[in-house]
């Protein structure tokens, strides 16, 4: 509750972070080890986030589909690399209905084996392509430091799954997901990213490309927040996932995955939060606007209570997602305490003197004290200038965000550098032509890996901050979640 | 592919049924015995199947909420009852990150331990009740028999679990979220059920009682499609799940849990469905209107696709889900058996003598031939007839169902009738006084369950079908998947 408050950013950044956690009651932990119960008010924000995500995945063409959650063991063990990245970290079920299996079987970690096994059948001739396919689903990796949202034993997310008749096809979708995500984070999460290319290290167990979105957090780490492949036909040769093309020849399929996780409810909580708590964008908070009526008496009540109402149904008419906090229980101190740690962007108070002058009084979650407050609002207007402030935060909190982001990616031209931008804490962005020895040993000194290698280049060609070959690109690099 | 047809329901309804799911791309077999992927229109009746209800659930009050899949294995022993109904089904994961581990883990068959677990953590006082909460999710039970979506290993579900200070609150909470189910079966698929109580014989592992709705599928054989259960206090005691009282004393909480799976697009396909393939409820069918332009000449194309294209927008515009099938490597005939296949309730025929009159042909899928069509309709009067005939079909699919069950369910006085009833095929319903011992009798020897002790009952009382003895309520008898 939040009489206890959290622990200052400052002090310590991921104590406040599992204490945001826990005292706006977004999550908390299941009885297996690494596990996670996401509770209502975390839920809703991740319902959102769905909703976002599908509506633009069905605007681009996507179908929704279910996938088995058991893949048999063989399956994994089919395509070279993607076992080699996975085979560390699998459930396996060895009893069924009592017996032992003849085969163990894999709780899916991801699904492009059991998915490659479906195309082979479904996909027939050049006519069954594109094959664009989602799901939302649960899967399980068994990482052994967990964080809540961030990295949990079993996750949510959803797995974008589609077959193309060539190789630029695949890429072309690969990229356009890579934006969709992008699109998302920056529109509806008021979360600034940086879009790229993973370097070979650091590309999906099976893929020829991943491209990525990379947030800072407010400690200035670094969150992959979702990633998007290019499978080229690397499943389709290890599952014989082949089409008669239009010249009447067999071809291999081209194929992308994409995923984005409950993961990026952390992103969530750790670019916008402060002190008080949660800060949500609007159009991903449960509740977008809190009334908050204030009484003394039992004769204030009824009339600050009907305002709140009347008030309520405005909001809500206007395609706002409002509530009142009408308990007795608590005061309107206790109350806006709470619903600060919550996160809701807008707060309307209304008591006795309010309905005396027919005005409320707006607070802006993103702005503290004084400055967010915007008193002597007419009723009637209430619903309209409500609209128009959420619009403001959702904007401001993306301004805030993009920022700090920028403020904190540093130009290196040399290792030296780069070391010391890492060791405080910063990004380094410099020209890289490096091999995957250079890129390990960079880890191994810092701490940081390559982030991307950002579709935002400067243009040009330089010398590579490790090696001084040229280098015609420059990547990102930070210490990451 | 349409073009192989399906077997007819009178020749061979099991193979109808697999038929109808091939044809019509709801659902294909996983490579592991007994799960099942549901593809893309199976899976967008679903997502119409979960906004109906998640709309009503939100509106009772509940929030979304995710529990983890895993389950200690000493959890599932907790609750005496549970652990008898549950133990020969599981799916046991003993290996995760390459080591044995000390204690399988249950892979879900269904959430009330881990829930209780939560519940004792999260409920302290009276003010924390009721705790009403849902959870979409997938779970596992070890079925040796199989049949895509009535019964899979793995299903998709909704599962409600809520928290009460008193049984009596409980018992209503049960008793809302069966009407729920009920309405959302009879306003949404079109699908008449029965709704009542389970026998004791019937009921949910650790309930006190349990209520679930009972369709008739075209075979006239009963789908328990949908169940709630009061919990009383099994599970609180097990888990010592207690909550300080008003009067400062610590009392069991008492639970309801309450859910609908997957099995019911198993019901709408078999209640609706015919010899040319599904047939869907508009509220449910993901396309609602299909629009099929028709052209011999190239110069007839273009103008009909046009129109086409129009009528689309006309019908979108009044929010109706309609697609045009465009492509000219199918003929229109084989459009109309596809998309009779496919279930959509509407076809709307556009050919050039249409063009010249600025009419369109509105074709029902629930009537068959030159019934169901209504010629010349004017172009701009289409939206509105198509919304009006949409509602009709609703109405007409729910009224044909309910005929069928209502002249299938039989009125018997003795076992003997009884017998018979059943061995025709129907449903039987009769005074019922029996214990359990009877109970087993009748199924032994029929292959008949007592489906329910309906809610609507008769009144006053009767000798027992089976015993003689005086019985205040009738019972309902029938095979079932």
Redesign the interface.
């Known amino acids: 509750m939040p009489d206890e408050g959290v622990t200052p950013r400052s002090t310590d950044y991921g104590r406040w972070y599992l204490d945001v956690i826990r005292e706006a009651e977004l999550a908390?932990y299941?009885?297996?080890r690494g596990?996670?119960?996401?509770?209502?008010y975390g839920?809703?924000i991740?319902?959102n986030i769905q909703q976002a995500l599908d509506r633009r995945f069905k605007e681009t063409g996507h179908?929704?589909?279910?996938?088995?959650?058991?893949?048999?063991h063989s399956?994994i063990q089919k395509e070279k690399q993607h076992v080699e990245g996975f085979?560390?970290?699998?459930?396996?079920?060895?009893?069924?209905?009592?017996k032992e299996l003849d085969e163990?079987?894999v709780?899916r970690p991801t699904s492009e084996t059991?998915i490659n096994?479906?195309f082979t059948?479904?996909i027939k001739s050049y006519?069954d392509l594109p094959m664009l396919?989602n799901q939302w689903?649960?899967v399980?990796r068994?990482e052994?430091r967990t964080r809540p949202f961030l990295r949990t034993?079993?996750f949510?997310w959803q797995e974008g799954h589609t077959a193309h008749a060539t190789y630029q096809e695949a890429e072309a979708e690969a990229m356009l997901m890579v934006n969709v995500y992008r699109d998302f984070a920056e529109t509806d999460a008021a979360v600034p990213v940086i879009a790229g290319r993973k370097s070979r290290l650091e590309t999906f167990a099976g893929a020829v490309h991943s491209y990525t979105i990379e947030a800072m957090m407010g400690d200035m780490r670094a969150l992959q927040s979702g990633t998007s492949h290019n499978l080229g036909d690397n499943f389709a040769r290890a599952f014989g996932t082949q089409f008669l093309g239009e010249n009447n020849e067999l071809h291999f399929i081209s194929q992308t995955s994409w995923g984005l996780s409950t993961r990026f409810v952390g992103a969530v909580i750790m670019v916008h939060g402060d002190d008080k708590g949660l800060a949500l964008p609007p159009k991903l908070a449960p509740t977008q606007v809190i009334i908050v009526p204030i009484w003394r008496t039992e004769g204030e009540r009824t009339g600050v209570l009907n305002a709140a109402g009347r008030l309520h149904q405005q909001l809500t008419t206007a395609g706002i997602r409002a509530s009142i906090d009408s308990t007795d229980?608590r005061t309107p101190g206790w109350k806006f305490n709470f619903w600060e740690m919550k996160g809701v962007p807008i707060r309307i108070e209304i008591g006795p003197r309010d309905i005396e002058k027919g005005t409320v009084v707006l607070a802006r979650r993103d702005k503290p004290g004084r400055e967010g407050k915007t008193m002597g609002i007419a009723w009637d207007a209430a619903g309209e200038r409500a609209a128009a402030m959420l619009a403001e935060v959702q904007t401001s909190l993306l301004a805030r965000a993009r920022a700090f982001l920028s403020s904190n990616i540093h130009d290196v031209t040399g290792y030296k550098e780069l070391q010391e931008v890492i060791a405080a804490g910063g990004w380094a962005r410099g020209w890289w032509a490096g091999e995957d020895d250079d890129e390990l040993r960079v880890k191994e000194d810092t701490g940081a890996t390559i982030r991307c290698l950002p579709f935002d280049q400067p243009g040009g060609a330089g010398p590579c901050l490790m090696t001084g070959k040229p280098a015609g690109e420059v990547a990102v690099f930070a210490k990451a979640y």
Request: aromatic share 14%.
């Open positions: 908390d299941g009885p297996v596990t996670m119960i996401i509770r209502p839920y809703a991740w319902e179908q929704n589909a279910y996938f088995p959650l058991f893949i048999p399956f085979a560390p970290e699998l459930a396996l079920v060895t009893v069924g209905g009592g163990p079987l709780v059991i096994h479906m059948q479904w006519r396919l689903a649960n399980v068994w052994m034993l079993e949510l229980q």
